[in-house]
């Protein structure tokens, strides 16, 4: 079951929100999604992930919740009503207790992504309050069935990659992976301690083998152009822009490519959802 959250400080874009789900739960007979809770206050959503018991000598214990899969809409300003709780604080919160349910953030203007990526906050994607109507039910209905068909890749999010970091071994679920970049060694700009840079939802990590290794090991990954091996199940969107092809990740980042890389991509990809591994 995936349940849904919605946390706004405008009652009437939460009740907005609800509306468009609870159509589109008819129209798609979606009988395995559901509101779970719609509301202004961004502690109600706290409470689904954990418990706070305070006892006599006014000591705190929280313990966690048992987890469901969920999709969270969630407001990143809450206003004058909440002047010591914003949207990120209550998504670094969240993750303390549940590293997989999929945050959705509604957001006055884009600038606010940059305070996400910074954070390191895993985001299925933002939803822009300035939308006009027909475009805001669109986006969320297509955040819905993304979200609803990552929770029905079962196999997928059990399937762990091996990676090898210096001596040791890290084992990463393959839903967290975003991408591997080639470390050119020339960039002053990259740490020189591997030849491959993982990004995962947990961060960068240096990798000791070159990228044509994955390239061949991990065939979950598809290249994308000389420098990039690309999870196709954390890119959001794609577009062109003249000689460029760009893919906009899971948490946000954009890798930019060559035209002729970008549409080897996605032959690659059609060639994958062909043969239902996609």
Same mark, same amino acid.
């Given at each position: ?7 706004? @400080? ?18 798609? @007979? ?158 002053? @700009? ?89």
């Amino acid at each position: 079951m995936l349940n849904i959250v919605i946390c706004d @400080d405008q009652l009437q874009l939460v009740e907005s929100i609800k509306k468009t789900i609870e159509g589109a739960i008819l129209i798609e @007979d979606l009988i395995d999604v559901q509101i779970e809770l719609a509301t202004t206050n961004p502690n109600d959503v706290l409470d689904l992930f954990r418990t706070k018991v305070v006892h006599a000598d006014q000591t705190e214990v929280v313990t966690p919740k048992p987890l469901k899969n969920r999709l969270i809409f969630l407001d990143i300003n809450f206003g004058q009503d909440y002047p010591y709780l914003d949207g990120i604080k209550v998504a670094r919160d969240i993750r303390k207790f549940d590293i997989s349910s999929n945050i959705v953030f509604v957001t006055s203007s884009g600038e606010e992504r940059a305070d996400v990526l910074e954070q390191k906050i895993v985001a299925l994607g933002y939803l822009k309050k300035s939308l006009g109507e027909d475009e805001l039910r669109g986006r969320i209905v297509d955040l819905l069935l993304t979200a609803r068909q990552r929770m029905s890749m079962s196999t997928l999010d059990r399937k762990m990659i091996e990676f090898k970091t210096g001596h040791a071994k890290r084992y990463v679920n393959l839903m967290d992976i975003y991408y591997l970049k080639g470390n050119d060694l020339k960039d002053i @700009d990259e740490p020189r301690q591997g030849l491959t840079i993982l990004c995962e939802a947990n961060g960068i990590s240096y990798l000791k083998r070159k990228l044509k290794f994955y390239d061949e090991e991990v065939p979950e990954l598809i290249r994308l152009g000389r420098s990039y091996l690309v999870n196709p199940l954390n890119v959001r969107e794609t577009r062109t822009s003249g000689r460029k092809g760009i893919l906009t990740m899971a948490n946000g980042e954009e890798l930019s490519v060559l035209r002729e890389s970008f549409n080897a991509y996605e032959a690659q990809v059609n060639e994958m959802r062909e043969k239902g591994l996609l």
